[in-house]
């Protein structure tokens, strides 16, 4: 019998754990959790006080039986999840369903997989904290209510198989709040005037010294005036000032800022960083990824500064103690850090080496000296204005942290930039000469869309969600389609540039792309019309302050100092009544539908809404004698802004071009672009081929090619095994069998195999390549 069995809840880190426990010890998964609410009902008991109805998936039931067997054979049984809510919650569902005994269970945690931190935590077990247990059971079953009873109510006024969570609909919100604050957003143009004066350097000779007026002038009139009234003015030096500035570095990693430094530094999305953060705590080279607080202890302050030391010398040690400023910070007592910190390098992956030096070097930084900058402001006056010059420079005197991390930012207005840029040497009362000035004409920007790092920031700012929770919320409202990660085509822009060159003034104009974007999120129209919707019946869903008291809420049950029940009931007496009488509601129009105007050619009314399948263009109502016409919007239409002009050019396909072999040839729309339809083939029209335009004959042609390719595609097919076809693909000849692909070697001609060549070849491969386990984070390998 053995003596100690260690519960995990992934096999990685039971197979590092395992590592550090002597032959006394055996360490198994759970793979996740093994008990859940029931997927298809509501499993809340409302009148019983909210008792929840858990059970055990049928993917975990024989995980379950397993652990129960080896809990059976031991002395003690160690729960060692995660020192988060989650992870209490595992340790619970574990206890209660393997049916436990206190005196031979004890509760384990840890911020870090290394020998130390795992034996430390066996000499100092703790019992299950029912409080972090209760406050993960309030978000579940709070989030379950509100999505149990939210969704049908949005099948019903808005389209069928929607859904709707807490945290997700103030994420979706912010999105669309940022869109139409772009939408309303109106340019205004200033002019930026730059100079350049020509002066000695230290060896005499004429060296530029650039600076810039630093205000902006309104209008054209006077940039002109401005520019005539430097043509035979004198410019000199009125003033020099240098003070020196410190830089001090970023606090070492949280879960949001390692997220947010991962996806502008890295281009990693918050999922990837995630993923990647837990394979690396689960092998042991970084500290646990859910966290908000900033504390480094003081193994790992001491472990930075030997490291600093001996890599860069004494100069550029400072200790540092971070306070977490975070309002209930709880996930874990200790920034993300490496476990480690003389390993600048691991071994791994390129992507968790990536993220692994990343996190060295943000600790270490935290750990360095301030970086010191000299800077030197020069001002320089112009004879009969009131207006003057400034240049700047910026000596780098000490680098400090500099040398090893720089911060990013989402926006470039927000870096503060730390480089050196020398400036020739200059004296007060020095009379500069003039090279060219010019005014420039500059437009003032929309506030940027979010990006992944940049909501999350938003989030963590407004109080909402927690470490665990930012990755699930973004990845979730993609997932539904209530935001696409996109990009924003820029415009072209005309900009005016005035530019006085010796005497003369030269009046130019040019042109720019500007607003284009890049991986930034976007509000579908389903995502808009929810929020509208949910805004008008449901605001204090999402209301911000709503949303972060609830989080609140939720630190106060971990703390024990409030009744999971108690929120819960609060909550439900205001909740359950809107959520009936929204579905009693009756309006005259459906939610989201936008009406346009008139068809010229009828009367009939024009209007655009969300259909089953979509956003769609409709012409007529219910009402009318005939039945109304519907049209697909196009991809890059919005329900929001489409005009009724474009709306009415989607009714003039589908059109019909003719007849070939008896059955029609037409040409249509649909979401992804202009297509032929012929004989249940559909064929793309090429981007250079107008759908409104189009002849049969051009059409007859682009049906025939793409029939040669799909005859060139299907090179042999076998009666007696309908399921095996030897195809022609990208990348050469291959056997397709049951799903599967096999490849077809070089030396072999595809059409000579037989049905039995085939099935061996599959056979062969099959044997060198055993089927591969399904992904995921807790997936159990075979």
């Known amino acids: 019998m053995q003596k100690n069995l260690v519960i995990v809840e992934s096999p990685a880190k039971a197979k590092t754990i395992e590592k550090f426990l002597g032959k006394d010890f055996k360490v198994l998964s759970s793979y996740g959790h093994i008990r859940d609410l029931k997927k298809k009902e509501f499993s809340i008991d409302i009148e019983k006080n909210f008792e929840p109805h858990y ?38 569902h574990l206890y209660e369903v393997l049916k436990l005994k206190p005196e031979h269970t004890k509760r384990i945690v840890f911020h870090e997989i290394t020998k130390s931190a795992i034996l430390k935590a066996i000499e100092h077990p703790r019992q299950i904290d029912i409080n972090l247990v209760d406050a993960q059971q309030a978000r579940r079953v709070l989030d379950r209510i509100v999505g149990f009873e939210l969704s049908p109510v949005l099948w019903k006024k808005v389209k069928p198989a929607l859904s709707a969570g807490r945290v997700q609909s103030v994420a979706v919100r912010l999105i669309v709040e940022r869109e139409r604050e772009i939408h309303a957003f109106h340019t205004e143009a200033a002019y930026r005037v730059t100079a350049v004066f020509l002066v000695p350097d230290a060896d005499g000779k004429p060296v530029e010294l650039k600076a810039e007026l630093p205000r902006r002038i309104k209008t054209k009139a006077e940039a002109r005036d401005f520019l005539q009234s430097c043509q035979q003015a004198t410019f000199t030096i009125s003033d020099i000032t240098t003070r020196p500035l410190k830089k001090s570095p970023a606090a070492p990693f949280t879960t949001s800022t390692l997220q947010q430094e991962a996806a502008r530094k890295l281009g990693f999305t918050v999922a990837q960083t995630m993923m990647v953060a837990q394979r690396l705590y689960e092998s042991g080279n970084i500290t646990y990824m859910r966290t908000d607080s900033v504390n480094l202890s003081e193994y790992a302050i001491n472990g930075s500064k030997e490291a600093i030391t001996h890599l860069m010398g004494e100069r550029y040690v400072n200790p540092r103690h971070y306070a977490t400023k975070t309002k209930g910070a709880q996930e874990a007592h200790e920034a993300i850090r490496p476990t480690n910190m003389e390993s600048s390098k691991i071994e791994g992956t390129p992507q968790e080496r990536k993220l692994y030096d990343l996190i060295w070097k943000r600790t270490i930084a935290s750990q360095m000296a301030d970086a010191e900058v000299e800077k030197t402001t020069v001002t320089i006056s112009i004879t009969g204005e009131a207006d003057a010059f400034t240049a700047t420079g910026e000596v780098v005197k000490f680098d400090g942290f500099l040398r ?216 007529g109502t219910v009402d009318d004698a005939e039945k109304p016409r519907f049209a697909q919007l196009k991809k890059d239409m919005s329900i929001e802004t489409v005009t009724l002009e474009e709306v009415l050019e989607l009714f003039k396909l589908p059109r019909t071009l003719g007849e070939h072999e008896g059955k029609t040839v037409s040409v249509g729309a649909g979401r992804f672009g202009p297509y032929i339809y012929y004989n249940s083939m559909y064929v793309s029209l090429p981007k250079d081929s107008d759908p409104l335009s189009i002849t049969l004959k051009e059409a007859l042609e682009l049906i025939k090619a793409k029939q040669e390719a799909e005859a060139q595609k299907h090179l042999k097919k076998f009666e007696e095994e309908p399921e095996l076809e030897i195809l022609n693909g990208r990348y050469g000849p291959y056997i397709s069998y049951k799903g599967n692909n096999y490849k077809i070697p070089k030396d072999i001609v595809p059409q000579d195999l037989s049905l039995q060549a085939c099935l061996e070849l599959v056979k062969l491969q099959d044997e060198k390549e055993p089927s591969k386990p399904k992904k995921g984070r807790y997936a159990k390998k075979k």
Do not use: C
């Not at 059970?55 to 988060?84: C, F, H, Q, Y």
């Not at 470039?412 to 000035?437: A, S």
């Open 55 to 92: 059970e055990i998936p049928a993917d975990k039931k024989k995980v379950v039986a397993e652990l129960k067997e080896e809990a059976g054979k031991a002395d003690t049984v160690w729960l060692a999840s995660d020192e988060d809510r989650e992870g209490e919650a595992i340790a619970w």
């Open 404 to 619: 090893v991390y720089r911060e990013s930012y989402d926006d470039d207005m927000e870096q503060p930039e730390v480089e050196t840029r020398l400036l020739p040497p200059l004296k007060k009362g020095q009379t500069l000469k003039r090279g060219d000035i010019v005014a420039t004409e500059r437009f003032t920007q929309h506030p940027a869309r979010y990006t992944e790092a940049s909501l999350v920031r938003k989030l963590e700012e407004l109080g909402i969600g927690r470490p665990s929770t930012y990755a699930p919320t973004i990845s979730t409202i993609q997932q539904r389609e209530y935001v696409e990660k996109g990009d924003k085509p820029g415009e072209e822009r005309s900009y005016n540039v005035l530019t006085l060159q010796g005497n003369e003034i030269t009046d130019t104009t040019r042109t720019e792309i500007t607003g284009a974007e890049k991986a930034k999120l976007l509000p579908t129209d389903t995502g808009t019309v929810v929020n509208d919707f949910l805004l008008e019946y449901f605001p204090s869903i999402l209301d911000y302050n709503f949303t972060a008291n609830v989080e609140k809420q939720f630190d106060e049950i971990a703390e024990g100092e409030k009744q999971w029940t108690s929120i819960l009931k609060t909550f439900y007496k205001d909740f359950h009544p809107s959520v009936e009488n929204t579905l009693a509601t009756k309006s005259a129009h459906k939610a989201g539908e936008r009406i346009l105007g008139a068809e010229p050619a009828t009367g009939k009314q024009v209007s655009v809404k969300i259909g089953r399948f979509g956003p769609v263009a409709q012409i």
